[in-house]
């Protein structure tokens, strides 16, 4: 299957500053990539979805001017987490979707993000 | 909206048992429907799908069956490892431009 990477794994920042997450398709173009956030215990919810070249689609109750995501290219999206919080701890899983009549979306591994 | 609900963990189980992860759904169109797995410290792998009622997805002795008159797609294996321990998700999409909405997660524990 297609191969969806997402750096960092793991990361620990400071309250305050900013953590940017990247995710790429490696081999395929993906116009759309989506972010989610998963909670310990919990399911995965969609933060917001990226098309490339035009400006994301954020759900109900996620601030927009906090989780800033770019995707500049067909195969790279990004979601900086500015200012972050202790309460941004979290899981954040970005996925790619294959265009094509039976679309399937493919995950990346997962960033966990730890703010101290 | 949509909606997945799926049962609650954890479940254990023996090797060798007999698996059921109920899943329902409630959507306003026709989904897609799919499980995902996650193992310990990975991200999510799609195990099997199903497009439209009546279709049978299928990976790995895994299955689920599409049922549009019952909103389910429960997953069942006849005879599970302990290397089937993991979190479970069953999801649902309305479309490639939509994202997922998926359940809680099972998680699945198997023990030997």
């Known amino acids: 299957g297609a191969v969806v990477s997402q750096h960092p794994s793991r990361v620990i920042c400071k309250s305050g500053t900013s953590v940017k997450i990247e995710c790429r398709s490696l081999d395929f173009q993906a116009t759309t990539m989506f972010w989610y956030r998963q909670f310990p215990k919990q399911s995965l919810m969609l933060m917001a979805t990226s098309n490339e070249g035009s400006k994301a689609t954020y759900e109900q109750g996620v601030e927009k001017d906090k989780f800033l995501i770019n995707h500049a290219s067909l195969t790279l999206s990004t979601l900086t987490v500015t200012s972050a919080h202790p309460e941004d701890s979290s899981f954040y899983i970005c996925?790619?979707?294959?265009?094509?009549?039976?679309?399937?979306?493919?995950f990346g591994q997962g960033t966990r993000l730890t703010v101290v | 909206g949509d909606s997945v609900t799926q049962m609650e963990g954890p479940v254990t189980l023996s090797e060798e048992a007999f698996l059921t992860i109920n899943c329902t759904y409630t959507a306003t169109g026709y989904p897609s429907l799919f499980w995902y797995v996650q193992y310990p410290g990975e991200g999510l792998q799609l195990l099997l799908k199903?497009?439209?009622?009546?279709d049978k997805g299928s990976n790995k002795g895994f299955e689920a069956t599409y049922r549009k008159e019952t909103t389910s797609f429960h997953l069942e294996k006849g005879s599970v490892q302990v290397s089937d321990s993991a979190v479970y998700f069953c999801?649902?999409?309305?479309?490639?431009?939509?994202?997922?909405?998926f359940g809680k997660g099972t998680h699945l524990i198997i023990q030997p």
């Open positions: 996925s790619a979707v294959l265009a094509g009549p039976n679309t399937e979306a493919f």
């Open positions: 999801a649902l999409s309305e479309g490639g431009a939509d994202g997922l909405t």
């Open positions: 199903a497009t439209k009622a009546d």
